[in-house]
T-cell receptor, first 116, second 116 residues
């Protein structure tokens, strides 16, 4: 079974600074997808960014980018120019690309605090 | 295009009662997933359904929990004889069969179940 580990229960960053959230995972599969979801106090799960394991290029979405290290099974999220609206829980998630196991496996989350 | 709809948003039940949680996927989506989030935890996969079929129920507790996705109408997650440990947020997600976003899951706002 796959596991996802987020080793930082809480992170704090000054507004406009850059912060990196860590995520590692364990799998024996070679093809899979990785995601970062944001959960603000409203509890709505919002997709931030996704990465296909077969792609070497790191995904980028505006101020959000990932550092995907397949050999190290690491998938960190970098948020540049942090804004107050970025404050939320961030969850890293894994999904198999093979048939059958389509459910997402989530980490326990990192609580991101933005200091004004 | 309306997003994933869940109702009710909040549900209070006494121990021993039944809880019924509903999920209407996004228009054109035929895959539905249910997740449970305990306090201070990440989401845990419960079940994956397509119309009239349960595809993967590996995350469902063996007793008291059931799920369906009928040909017509919303998907239902049913919890019989609820206990205090069932108190959690239950999220539904949907995904399309094909297209650019077929590997993404779009989440509803969740139903927060409180068992007294």
């Amino acid at each position: 079974a796959q596991t996802v580990t987020q080793s930082q229960p809480e992170m704090s960053v000054q507004e406009a600074e850059t912060v990196t959230l860590s995520c590692t995972y364990d799998t024996s599969e070679s093809d899979y997808y990785l995601f970062w979801y944001k959960q603000p106090p409203s509890r709505q799960m919002i997709l931030v960014i996704r990465q296909e394991a077969y792609k070497q290029q790191n995904a980028t979405e505006n101020r959000f980018s990932v550092n995907f290290q397949k050999a190290a099974k690491s998938f960190s999220l970098k948020i540049s120019d942090s804004q107050l609206g970025d404050a939320a829980m961030y969850f890293c998630a894994y999904r198999s690309a093979g048939g059958g196991a389509d459910g997402l496996t989530f980490g326990k989350g990192t609580h991101l605090i933005i200091q004004p | 295009n309306a997003g994933v709809m869940q109702n009710p948003r909040h549900l209070v039940r006494r121990r021993g009662q039944e809880a019924r949680l509903r999920c209407s996927p996004m228009k054109g989506h035929s895959h539905v997933y249910w997740y449970r989030q305990l306090p201070e935890e990440g989401l845990k996969f419960m079940v994956y359904l397509q119309k009239e079929n349960i595809i993967d129920e590996s995350g469902m507790p063996k007793e008291r929990f059931s799920a369906e996705f009928p040909k017509e109408g919303p998907s239902i997650l049913r919890i019989q004889q609820v206990v205090r440990g069932d108190s959690a947020a239950y999220f539904c997600a949907s995904s399309p069969t094909s297209g650019d976003t077929h590997n993404e899951q779009f989440f509803g706002p969740g139903t927060r179940l409180t068992v007294l």
